[in-house]
């Protein structure tokens, strides 16, 4: 037995070659003698040579049968079906799918002849297939007709050499050593990784599939530039390949593969049909399964691996897009070594490319090229540049993740929160998503697929499947009840990326890639420019979206929408703004690291804007400027202020261009039913950011820029430059006769930013930061907004501290000056002013109100506010413009010493105005000083509010005599009516004097 089991193959091959020829030429052995010296001279005697023990002479005229081997009879009978005997292909391809070699009941000797049995039908082989013209120049003899049919068969029409080069394909790929060239090219690359032995005689330590496997691990792992790592020899690492390449359509071929899978590829694939590498893709889809076997999950990662270095490894794949890949000349680089041009992320980038410059690539390449990108987003270990750069992340971040797209997840998570990844890594990451381009197709992403299901379903439900725009839906759902929280996660994962690239977001590649050409000198979709980076490419397309005609070159309409749309989208999340966060992640962490919740970074560094590092404030700063211009681009304010947005600013959301005129809308209806908290606050919160600097108020900006730059020069503060441009206007107007500075245009938007302004007291810094201990104290329960708290801090003036006292005198003396600025007023007689002074100026407008403040149709609510405006003025003749300008020689001329003891910006307590009384008793005031002061004695005689002195002086007294007076609240008079009665019982001689001149002035 053990003697039959070593037959010189020297021999056997002898006799093959001599049978051949015979079979080849119908002639003697000797007649090619001269081509085969060798076999020529063996010729004559070396079947009996080459004969093992028992051998009939029906075996050399070829009736000789494998299972009636001494040596295989035992095996064949017990392993293969009976019917199977009489044919020895059937035998052999019976024996080779036993994994199992310890069920051989004599494995040396079966093998070996089985071994030999292969080389014997070799020779059948030319007798069959003559026809096949790519192999007919062959040498014979040699293994290389064999391996150039197995190449060569799926040209081959004839449907019997069809059938057995199938069967020999795979006995061919059974045994390494039958594979032509392979021993020669990888003998020392087998024994220097220990992949079994190529010794003659010498037991394998694997077997002869496992080989291979080996290889192709060895292979793998030199890629991934794995530690300790063998480097293997060019000529094998083709033949590697090339073995590979050859058994791409049948996963039998693949002996390591299909022994490991076999069961899994009953459970999971029994109904797939072998061929077409349909079960190899089968497996792949099943992959992640829990109840798939470790081994064929190890042997499927290793032949996906061999896939992503060369994509002919994908029978269907290279199949598929070879038309495609000819027609776009993706094979045609000459400048990159050939090796690039095999590998899968090469194919899926040139293709993607064609796609993305709107060319026709077929249905079924574009199919398969799907297929493979959502396997290389599912499996991190397929890329081996992230197996190389992100080994030590994977092991300190994301280790036991690695199932269905978590790891790369969990890497894209460690970037976008931590901002922590290694360079390389994170370059090899964004290098992986070009490659699988989901934001294309979001189903390639299994992990976001998975999460965000529910979410599309219900609220993109509207949009094709995959869709690009399912994206967009889901960002535009971010932070809302619809998004559940895996799906937000993992959403803002990938964003983080393709935000990185603009190339990575489909639509607005389409849309602007001709603008980006013209514009930004970009290239193609698959190249870079180190002038112009992915990065920032999308800077300067937003840069030109709000460009007017005169600025320069503009974006097309359809890009500028498509800007619109990533610029809401940034919006949503400061890390989706690669440059805000680079610049600004140190101001993040120490400002905004604590009770901000997402989407709000933003405003808190706007906030901030004045702590901010110089390279955070502008970039800050250039954002801000651009919201003013569209507001539309904060999306979680507009979703905000959508009730109000639909019922008084729909028109200007509308429009194409928004040049401001959204936000001054909902500024202007701040205080509507609508207008819920979240809007209310987002809109002060602009309002607040604007005052930091007058260029994020769009709109302002626009009218003023030149006025600020010839009357306002260096001055940056929004309110420093209002109050620089109103104090030029009003003493332009003061001086009768001179042209105004200002323009018109400038001087209409000015008024719009001072009544603004007049509505909450944070948007006058000033004023607030002079008050803020004083608001702490006496209105800390009163509400920002509606001018509540500067209305509080007039009501409790005499208690301020003298700094905020003097800030709110002038404050209320401008507004006595344009009343139109005292918003409380306004907000309160608005009706009214309709009613009675539609025709009156605006400097006039309490003026009027004053008029008609008895009469009938007064509204009760504005008739109060009128008092209140006229106690106000009745304090201080500065407060009140008219008996000011009427005075305006009296005031110096009887009443100068209480000028001089005055103190600026604290008021006279009525002390001028109880000085011109005086004088009107005595008849000595000009004739219009003297109409102001009868109409003030008039109305301070019903209501002895307006006299402050009376006030003053006669407090305790009021209190004590006239306490039901006070109560009834008539303003009749009855309260100075009810001191002149018991004017003897009152004992302050001020509050006396003070009513003795009030009987005489009466008796004028």
């Known amino acids: 037995m053990a003697a039959c089991g070593r037959v010189q193959r020297l021999l056997l091959l002898m006799f093959i070659s001599g049978w051949m020829s015979s079979a080849l030429e119908g002639k003697p052995d000797t007649e090619n003698a001269a081509d085969n010296p060798e076999r020529g001279r063996n010729g004559a005697g070396e079947g009996k040579a080459a004969a093992p023990d028992g051998a009939s002479a029906g075996r050399r005229s070829g009736g000789w049968k494998l299972a009636e081997e001494a040596a295989c009879r035992e095996d064949v009978s017990r392993i293969c079906p009976k019917h199977s005997w009489n ?72 449907y019997q050499c069809s059938q057995y080069i199938t069967k020999m394909t795979s006995i061919v790929f059974s045994d390494y050593r039958l594979i032509c060239g392979f021993m020669d090219q990888c003998k020392d690359d087998i024994n220097k990784l220990h992949c079994g032995s190529v010794n003659t005689g010498e037991k394998d330590i694997h077997s002869q599939g496992e080989v291979i496997a080996c290889l192709e691990k060895g292979l793998v792992s030199e890629a991934e530039e794995q530690p300790g790592q063998y480097t293997i020899k060019e000529d094998c690492k083709k033949s590697i390949m090339r073995v590979a390449e050859l058994s791409s359509d049948d996963f039998h071929l693949d002996r390591h593969l299909y022994f490991a899978c076999r069961e899994d590829r009953e459970h999971f694939c029994e109904n797939t049909p072998a061929g077409e590498g349909k079960v190899y893709k089968c497996l792949f889809n099943h992959k992640f399964e829990e109840s798939m076997s470790e081994k064929c999950k190890d042997a499927l990662s290793t032949r996906q691996k061999l896939i992503a270095q060369d994509y002919k490894v994908s029978y269907s794949l290279a199949k598929a897009c070879k038309p495609d890949l000819r027609k776009y000349r993706c094979n045609m680089d000459t400048s990159m070594p050939r090796a690039r041009e095999a590998k899968l992320s090469y194919l899926l980038l040139c293709l993607e490319a064609a ?27 397929l ?30 998570r460690v970037s976008r929160d931590k901002g922590i990844l290694e360079g390389h890594c994170q370059k090899a990451l964004q290098t992986l998503i070009q490659e699988t381009d989901p934001g294309a197709d979001y189903r390639i992403d299994r992990a976001l697929n998975e999460a965000c299901e529910s979410v599309i379903q219900t609220a993109c439900k509207h949009i094709r499947n995959g869709d690009p725009m399912i994206l967009s839906c889901l960002m535009e759902h971010l932070y809302t009840d619809k998004m559940v929280e895996d799906c937000e996660h993992r959403l803002l994962e990938l964003q983080y990326f393709i935000s990185r690239d603009w190339r990575l977001d489909p639509i607005l590649y389409k849309k602007c890639q001709n603008d980006a050409a013209r514009i930004c000198h970009t290239h193609g979709w698959n190249e870079t420019s180190e002038f112009m980076p992915p990065g920032a490419v999308f800077s300067c397309l937003y840069r030109h979206a709000y460009r007017t005609e005169m600025q320069g070159r503009r974006l097309s309409r359809d890009c500028k929408t498509e800007v619109q749309r990533i610029l809401h989208q940034r919006a949503l999340d400061v890390k989706l703004d690669p440059e805000l966060q680079q610049r600004c992640m140190t ?80 500024v202007a209806n701040k205080h509507q039913k609508e207008m819920n908290e979240k809007c209310s606050v987002g809109v002060t919160h602009f309002q607040l950011i604007q005052m930091k600097d007058f260029r994020f108020s769009y709109k302002f900006k626009m009218a003023c820029k030149e006025d600020v730059l010839k009357l306002c020069p260096n001055i940056k503060k929004k309110v420093d430059v209002v109050i620089c441009l109103s104090t030029t206007v009003r003493n332009d107007t003061l001086q009768e006769g001179r042209e105004q500075r200002v323009s018109m245009k400038c001087r209409k938007q000015l008024r719009v930013e001072e009544l603004e302004m007049s509505e909450d007291i944070r948007l006058e810094p000033d004023l607030y930061e002079s008050c803020r201990q004083d608001i702490k104290q006496h209105c800390q329960n009163v509400v920002f907004g509606n001018a509540q708290v500067i209305e509080c801090l007039k009501e409790n003036k005499k208690r301020l501290t003298q700094h905020c006292h003097q800030k709110v005198f002038r404050l209320q003396e401008n507004e006595m000056m344009d009343p139109e600025l005292d918003f409380q007023l306004m907000r309160v007689c608005k009706q009214m002013i309709r009613r009675f002074c539609t025709e009156t100026d605006a400097n006039n407008l309490l003026q009027c109100l004053k008029q008609n403040k008895n009469s009938e149709l007064m509204d009760p609510k504005c008739k109060q506010m009128i008092t209140k405006r006229q106690i106000t003025q009745n304090t201080d003749y500065r407060l009140n413009p008219v008996l000011r300008k009427a005075c305006k020689a009296d005031i110096p001329k009887f009443c100068q010493n209480i000028l001089n003891n005055a103190k600026d910006d604290n008021e006279l307590e009525g002390q001028v105005i109880s000085c011109l009384k005086l004088k009107y008793a005595d008849q000595r005031l000009s004739p219009d000083c003297e109409g102001q002061i009868s109409v003030i004695l008039q109305e301070s005689a019903l209501d002895y509010r307006l006299d402050p002195q009376l006030q003053l002086q006669c407090t305790d007294e009021i209190l004590r005599l006239c306490a039901e007076e006070v109560a009834a609240q008539e303003q009749t008079g009855q309260v100075e009516e009810c001191l002149k009665i018991n004017l003897l019982k009152i004992s302050h001689e001020g509050c006396k004097k003070i009513l003795i001149n009030l009987f005489k002035k009466k008796n004028i």
Request: glycine share 6%.
């Open 87 to 158: 044919n020895n292909l059937a035998v052999l391809e019976c024996l080779q799918d036993r994994k199992d070699v310890r069920n051989y009941a004599n494995k040396s000797l079966c093998t070996e002849t089985n071994f030999y049995l292969r080389l014997y039908h070799r020779v059948t082989i030319i007798q069959v297939c003559l026809q096949i013209k790519e192999c007919a120049g062959e040498v014979r003899g040699k293994g290389y007709l064999v391996s150039c049919l197995v190449e060569h068969r799926t040209n081959i029409s004839e």
């Open 355 to 381: 796609v993305h410059r709107g060319q026709t690539v077929s249905g079924e390449c574009q199919g398969e090229m799907l297929d493979y990108r959502r396997m290389l987003m599912e499996d991190y270990s």
């Open 383 to 412: 890329s081996p540049e992230i197996v190389l750069h992100c080994r030590g992340e994977i092991d300190t971040h994301c280790s036991g993740l690695h199932h269905k797209g978590r790891t790369l997840h969990c890497l894209m």
């Open 587 to 666: 101001d993040l962490g120490k400002w905004c690291s604590e009770k901000i919740e997402p989407g709000q970074e933003l405003e808190c560094l706007q906030y901030h804007l004045d702590d901010l590092v110089p390279n955070c404030r502008d970039v800050v700063g250039n954002l801000t400027e651009l919201e003013s211009e569209d507001i539309q681009i904060e999306a979680l304010l507009i979703r905000a202020c959508e009730p109000v947005i639909q019922s008084y600013c729909h028109e200007v959301a509308d429009n194409q261009i928004d040049t401001g005129d959204l936000m001054e809308c909902l």
